[in-house]
């Protein structure tokens, strides 16, 4: 089946057309900056290795989705014949809140309930339902899927997701740990469930995942289901990321508001957008720090290539690296025991700096990593295992795919149509 997957945003459409067959990717690309002046569109056309750029009016969602299936049924870029050729669509949806716990087939009643998710992430939300209905206006007889990021986090149990404040405030409110990359977690835990059955280990089954880049979250997975993650009610909850605070006192916010006059939004801003990497550094990305920390204390200033201050950048990764280690040992707690331990997402495959010293901190639980093949995994495709043999716990690089879960969900799905 010929899935398109899509994943929009509030300016942005990404897309990849993939058959589940096979699992081969045809095309690939991005619609940007939806709604201004200067819109363009990053397409790619895998199969024949090729690249189309260029700027295009698109007004809104619906106008980018009409220019991708114009993309894909191109005769020089394209891939398919026609538009009949895609036979579902499936949506990345970041939340899914109290109300789908799986993938769901779209409809006017399901449109709904996604609508009252938009308290739990104001900006996804909108930005996915404008999306959804562009495409549907561009095909609207071909069949829909919605996939939650938080879908796969639905199996902790309640003493994992229940915050221990008042009990209407969930009753009333929903408010509860939620997680993300829920998606991202799914693909690469399974992938490692099958490393854990070839090598005999198929029950009891105990993985932490690490998803890390900007936006970073750790999940606690045994027997293939979420016991617990570090992202919570929203993703600013967990370790320090690009410029999001993640886990800190709560007084400490009360504490900002008064001594600067913030507003809620003000603060819920700060919190989300000028902390991490860039709150302690000035750099939001963790490439920025590594170079830093490559380049030594002493390095000369570049003023063509500038660089965070070593010693920011080097406290700025201590502290990531301290809570990841943090958060590996409690879920090995939680488990009673640690099989497996996965890095994923940007900064998790190709940041070796990161890998190195948050396993060198765990030579408690049996950890040991093969620096040099460690060093040498770094903007790469394939799964790479890390650990030595005499590792008591695997540790593996694996890269995510996102897109191909939707588009098993989505193919499931609508194949079930026809029954």
Avoid: W
Avoid at 20 to 41: A, L, M, W, Y
Avoid at 218 to 230: E, H, P, Y
Avoid at 259 to 283: A, L, R, S, V, W
Wanted: with cysteine; charged share 25%; proline share 4%.
């Amino acid at each position: 089946m010929k899935v398109l997957v899509v994943n929009a945003g509030s300016s942005s459409l990404k897309y990849q057309l993939i058959d589940t067959n096979t699992e081969v990717v045809f095309s690939k690309g991005i619609c940007e900056r939806i709604g201004q002046e200067n819109s363009v569109i990053d397409h790619r056309q895998l199969v024949k290795d090729i690249r189309y750029e260029k700027e295009m009016s698109m007004s809104n969602h619906a106008d980018a989705m009409r220019l991708v299936v114009d993309m894909l049924t191109d005769p020089d870029v394209g891939c398919i014949g026609s538009m009949e050729e895609i036979e579902a669509v499936g949506h990345r949806v970041v939340h899914g809140g109290p109300y789908f716990v799986e993938s769901v087939l779209v409809n006017d009643e399901v449109l709904a309930v996604l609508e009252q998710c938009h308290d739990f992430a104001p900006l996804h939300t909108e930005a996915h339902l404008m999306g959804i209905r562009g495409c549907l206006e561009v095909m609207p007889s071909v069949p829909q899927v919605l996939v939650f990021d938080t879908a796969f986090h639905q199996t902790m149990p309640d003493y994992a997701y229940i915050y221990p404040i008042s009990y209407d405030m969930y009753e009333k409110y929903k408010i509860r740990r939620y997680g993300a990359h829920g998606t991202s977690h799914r693909y690469v835990s399974g992938v490692m469930l099958d490393i854990l059955a070839n090598a005999g280990k198929t029950k009891d089954t105990k993985i932490v995942t690490c998803h890390l880049g900007n936006g970073s979250s750790i999940s606690a997975i045994r027997d293939g289901k979420v016991i617990d993650t570090s992202m919570g009610f929203t993703p600013l909850e967990g370790v320090e990321m690009g410029t999001r605070c993640g886990s800190i006192d709560p007084a400490i916010v009360t504490y900002i508001m008064e001594k600067k006059g913030y507003t809620p939004e003000e603060m819920n801003e700060y919190m989300n957008k000028k902390c991490g990497f860039y709150g302690i550094t000035g750099f939001s990305d963790s490439r920025d720090l590594e170079r830093a920390v490559y380049a030594g204390p002493n390095a000369k200033p570049d003023p063509d290539n500038p660089r965070p201050d070593y010693h920011r950048a080097r406290l700025a990764y201590s502290i990531l690296h301290y809570q990841i280690k943090k958060y590996i040992g409690a879920y090995a707690a939680a488990m009673d025991g640690l099989d497996a331990i996965v890095f994923t997402a940007g900064l998790g495959e190709n940041n070796a700096l990161t890998r190195e010293e948050v396993c060198t901190g765990l030579t408690f639980l049996g950890v040991e990593i093969d620096k040099e093949v460690n060093k040498r995994a770094v903007r790469q495709p394939n799964i790479v295992r890390l650990s030595t043999g005499n590792s008591r716990v695997l540790v593996y690089l694996i890269p995510t795919n996102e897109e191909i879960i939707i588009a098993r969900d989505t193919a499931k799905i609508v194949s079930g149509l026809a029954k």
